[in-house]
């Protein structure tokens, strides 16, 4: 079955980074968009980061533009997402998503940015 697995959240303090990755298996990784995005206490999940299945477009929201990349490997199905100059506001679960006509979520990992 197709499972996104996330790992590297944790604690840190402002100004600190962080690097996501997202183990994808159980499909075509190559073939599939994958997104990035996050949810934080009582607020609607939001995208924060997007790439094209082939790595060579990137998109992101305006909140992280200039301190977060999002890249991807497709050889070793796994995708990233790099936060520098990490905000008490980036404070949320960040979740991997792989689209095609179908898509696919990980369970999360949690990003706390203490002040």
């Known amino acids: 079955q197709v499972q996104l697995v996330e790992s590297g959240g944790g604690l840190v303090q402002t100004g600190g980074s962080l690097r996501l990755s997202c183990a994808a298996s159980?499909?075509?990784?190559?073939?599939?968009?994958m997104n990035w995005y996050r949810q934080a206490p009582g607020k609607e999940r939001e995208l924060v980061a997007a790439?094209?299945?082939?790595?060579?477009?990137?998109n992101y929201a305006d909140s992280v533009k200039g301190r977060f990349t999002i890249s991807r490997d497709n050889d070793k199905n796994m995708g990233y997402l790099q936060m520098n100059s990490l905000k008490p506001e980036d404070t949320a679960v960040y979740y991997c998503?792989?689209?095609?006509?179908?898509?696919?979520w990980g369970q999360g990992t949690q990003v706390t940015v203490s002040s």
């Open positions: 998503n792989a689209r095609r006509w179908d898509s696919y």
């Open positions: 159980g499909l075509s990784f190559s073939r599939y968009a």
């Open positions: 790439i094209t299945d082939t790595g060579t477009r990137a």
